[in-house]
């Protein structure tokens, strides 16, 4: 071990300890599961709603595995539950509290050394600095851009959105894409790329893209849930949920699950302290609210919904219950083009994309 090794080590330890915002983690891990068939995914499925399991991706049998955040005392009801079946997991990662301090440092670095050079769209960045992002960007660009400001999140920050268009929306017979992203708070690199398809559609369009910005209209809402993402950044960086707090539902845990919210299959429940607490009922939080007007006012031209998730190479749609809608076959083929163009320009160690029905792939 050289003394630059040693080091990295050490400022961990500083940065860490200093903070200690980690340290719930302390002992957590994460293990890898192998599915073989839909009988263990029901195993596993079970096992995460019966013990409010962590679940950081959702596997295929025969294909990827699931991964799974286990506290030290679920660690032994689980495992031993999945050896009971024959299920075969292996370590993923020995301590998330080190594996945290790790990300943190790692992230530390990176800034350091793209100094002034990085850009919103190489970053994770602050809601404050993406809305600057998106501000700049319509005052730059006024006669293809329009900022809105769709509303106060609970905690009163401004969630906005972009509108680019070439024809100001007023061209009824273009269709319209709607993109957006951070409706889990933890899924930091989802926003980056709603960033990076504004810089190329507005900041950087190039020839071959042209009829991507002549021919659509688009909506690019960066970050849903603006108030789980700064939670996320301050206080538990596994954070998924919203930060709605009402006592009368719970005194101890606060939010609800953003994608469970929509009123669609919406499943009521007891549970306020669920990681996937749907919330008390449908449409409760405001940010969920603030993407279903979106989506009523638009409806008629809207042909793309895409709401960017982490983590896990997949290109899913509806419905979360198995069901397919009437133009299933079309989603299937739009989403493995998709696919296919993400899986040729993907890290080699990264999965190939699956595509298909959310219920039936996961
Ligand atoms: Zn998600």
């Keep these: 071990m050289d003394i630059h090794v040693i080091f ?4 961990v330890v500083l940065n860490t300890v200093s903070s200690g915002k980690h340290d719930k983690y302390a002992g957590y891990t994460v293990h890898g599961v192998h599915l073989r068939d839909v009988q263990d995914q029901r195993v596993l499925y079970e096992l995460q709603h019966k013990l409010n399991l962590d679940m950081w991706r959702y596997g295929v049998p025969g294909d990827r595995p699931s991964l799974v955040m286990l506290s030290p005392k679920q660690a032994d009801v689980v495992l031993n539950e999945l050896d009971r079946y024959g299920i075969k997991h292996y370590l993923d990662v020995a301590d998330v509290f080190w594996n945290l301090a790790e990300f943190d440092q790692n992230l530390i670095s990176y800034r350091r050394s793209r100094s002034e050079r990085l850009v919103p769209f190489e970053d994770y960045p602050t809601h404050a600095e993406v809305n600057a992002y998106l501000e700049r960007v319509a005052a730059q660009y ?9 509303g106060k999140s609970w905690e009163s920050r401004d969630i906005k959105y972009l509108k680019i ?3 100001n929306f007023t061209d009824s017979s273009k269709p319209i894409y709607f993109m957006m992203a951070m409706l889990h708070a933890r899924e930091w690199v989802t ?3 709603t960033l990076y398809s504004i810089h190329r559609l507005v900041e950087n369009l190039r020839n071959e893209d ?3 910005l002549e021919g659509t209209d688009w909506i690019i809402l960066p970050m849903a849930n603006p108030d789980g993402y700064e939670y996320s950044i301050s206080d538990d960086r596994m954070w998924r949920r919203t930060r709605s707090n009402r006592p ?3 005194t101890t845990c606060v939010g609800v699950d953003g994608n469970r919210n929509f009123d669609a299959l919406y499943q009521p429940s007891n549970n306020p302290c669920s990681l996937t607490f749907p919330g008390p009922h449908a449409f409760s939080e405001i940010e969920t609210r603030i993407v279903r007007d979106i989506l009523h006012k638009y409806v008629d031209r809207i042909q793309v919904h895409l709401d960017i998730h982490s983590h896990g190479n997949y290109v899913l749609f509806p419905w979360g219950d198995g069901t397919l809608t009437p133009n299933a076959a079309q989603l299937f083929h739009v989403g493995s083009v998709m696919g296919a163009a993400m899986d040729s320009m993907k890290l080699p160690s990264a999965g190939f994309y699956r595509v298909g029905n959310s219920a039936l792939i996961l």
């Design 165 to 167: 268009s070439t024809t």
């Design 8 to 11: 990295i080590i050490f400022s």
């Design 142 to 150: 006024p006669e293809i851009v329009t900022l809105v400001t769709a």
């Design 248 to 250: 009368e539902i719970s």
């Design 210 to 212: 042209r009829d991507l």
């Design 191 to 193: 926003t980056p790329v």
